[in-house]
């Protein structure tokens, strides 16, 4: 467990089974949470590093609602709410026995064992945050209540769907990181921040997944993402290529939108992103090898990012619930897309060319 690469092929195979259980039957409620986490990198770089994204010119965004539908052809869930948070959300401070959920993960526990007199708390509209640095958590909830608000206003999903606050835990440093990694029995120990069920467990001043040191907005909106499904579809559980394609297109998508900035800017370029598409819908497990797993992640984030722009992006959620009623990668896409493609074969050739 001392490198990179074998942490992760150790944490790859521990997520094995249930995984690959829940990926099969993908309605089946859930019973122990297995955190998704994304790639580290550590500083010895990895095939997971983001490349430095490209400079390109901010461009406007007109708008704030997103998700605008144009052509519903489909029964469509009631509209969540329209605008987006205040960019300042107060930061009420609470103690713990004053706030409005005081049900907490065990490993959220834990963490708050560590030091416990240092740790604050507080309540957003939608989130508990506990936290060491004020400052800190004021620009930790911007994030996660913009990105909450993002996701959700993509799945066409109301505030009744996640009203339960969920937790988000900061941590002080990498020295406190490491000691709650060591005692959570965590099979995560190489992980920078990463979400456990609806829950955030958020190592900012760590290395990261950018290796930079600094507050790295892409990895938490990812996890972030992560958190929103899970607290959206609870008892469920994505197939892999969905949760991570979602995730990782999410994450670029929300941060554009917040900053008003062209997605482009966030967006990475996926020269990776070359699996076949009937070989990615068949993965029910984390592949062992960096390229494989780099592979995944980007022919994930191609998939979801091609339903995103090419085709009516507001037909996500029917995609989205077809394939978690046990329909395939590519009967969804048919049913779901029956007007916009001639068949499989005609989608994976547009696919190819995207
Ligand atoms: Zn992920």
Known sequence: ????????????????????????????????????????????ATPFARPATPAVTPMARPGVTPFTSTTLTRVTPPPPPS?????EIPLVEKKVEELSNQQMSKNGQLALGINPAK?????????????????????????????????????????DRYEKKSHVYVFEDEKEWKDYLDQSNS???????????DELFLNIRGSGNTGTGSFDSITLAHETTHA????????KRWPIWLNEGFAEYMAGASISARKQQSVKRFQRDLKAADLPLDKL??????????????????TSEKFVRFLMTEMPKDRIVA????????KSMSESVLSTYYDKIKDWDDFQKKFAKF
């Not at 094995?16 to 039957?25: C, G, K, N, V």
């Not at 995609?319 to 046990?326: E, H, Q, W």
């Open 228 to 235: 929103v499904v899970a607290r959206l579809y609870r008892g």
């Open 319 to 326: 995609y989205i619930d077809s394939v978690m009623a046990g």
């Open 83 to 87: 605008s987006p948070p205040a960019r």
């Open 1 to 44: 467990m001392s490198t990179p690469p074998d942490r992760f092929v150790a944490l790859v195979a521990l997520l094995l089974t249930p995984l690959a259980a829940h990926a099969q039957a993908p309605a089946t409620p859930r019973p122990a949470l297995t955190p998704y986490v994304r790639p580290a990198i550590t500083p010895a």
């Open 119 to 159: 740790w604050k708390h507080a309540e957003t509209d939608n989130f508990i945050i506990h936290y060491r640095r004020a400052t800190e958590a004021q620009k930790v909830v911007r994030e996660v209540e913009y990105d909450l608000w993002y996701v959700a206003s993509a799945l066409r999903a109301g505030k």
């Open 187 to 197: 099979k995560t120990k190489w992980a920078a921040s990463y979400a456990h069920g």
């Open 281 to 298: 819908a068949a993965m029910t497990a984390y592949p062992e090898t960096m390229p494989e797993v780099h592979q995944l992640y980007q």
